[in-house]
């Protein structure tokens, strides 16, 4: 899938890799899969969101949390439905799952 990628595609690919495994595994994932036919505007929010700090991203991708910008909104939520069941990190519920629930619960 790599050599489908520009040079910038590339780059933004090796920046998913963040040395925490669950980050690492949803963010190629979903990098893998849509940087080929992701336009400027979308590659420039996934340079945004990989630019926080691990622990904000984490809170973001893995617990549910929702950034409060709108477009990095978005992006976290697809990259969660990318990555995985819509399930947290810690077998939570996140916000806006697949039940329409927007509260977290316990499975």
Not at 14 to 34: F, H, P, S
Not at 89 to 95: L, R, S, T, V
């Given at each position: 899938?790599?050599?489908?990628?520009?040079?910038?595609?590339?780059r933004?690919?090796?920046?998913?890799?963040?040395?925490l495994?669950?980050?690492?595994?949803?963010?190629?994932?979903y990098?893998?899969?849509?940087?080929?036919?992701?336009?400027?505007a979308?590659?420039?929010?996934?340079?945004?969101?990989?630019?926080?700090?691990?622990?904000?991203?984490?809170?973001?991708?893995?617990?549910?949390e929702?950034?409060?910008?709108?477009d990095?909104a978005?992006?976290?939520?697809?990259i969660?439905?990318?990555?995985?069941?819509g399930?947290?990190?810690?077998?939570m519920?996140?916000?806006?799952?697949?039940?329409?629930?927007?509260?977290?619960?316990?499975?």
């Amino acid at each position: 899938m790599t050599a489908a990628l520009d040079a910038d595609g590339r780059r933004l690919l090796w920046r998913c890799r963040r040395g925490l495994k669950e980050l690492d595994v949803m963010l190629e994932r979903y990098a893998a899969a849509a940087l080929v036919e992701a336009g400027p505007a979308e590659r420039r929010v996934l340079e945004r969101l990989l630019a926080l700090p691990d622990p904000e991203l984490a809170g973001y991708l893995l617990a549910g949390e929702v950034p409060e910008e709108a477009d990095l909104a978005a992006l976290a939520g697809r990259i969660r439905r990318a990555g995985g069941t819509g399930r947290t990190a810690c077998g939570m519920i996140g916000p806006k799952d697949r039940t329409g629930s927007t509260e977290s619960e316990d499975i």
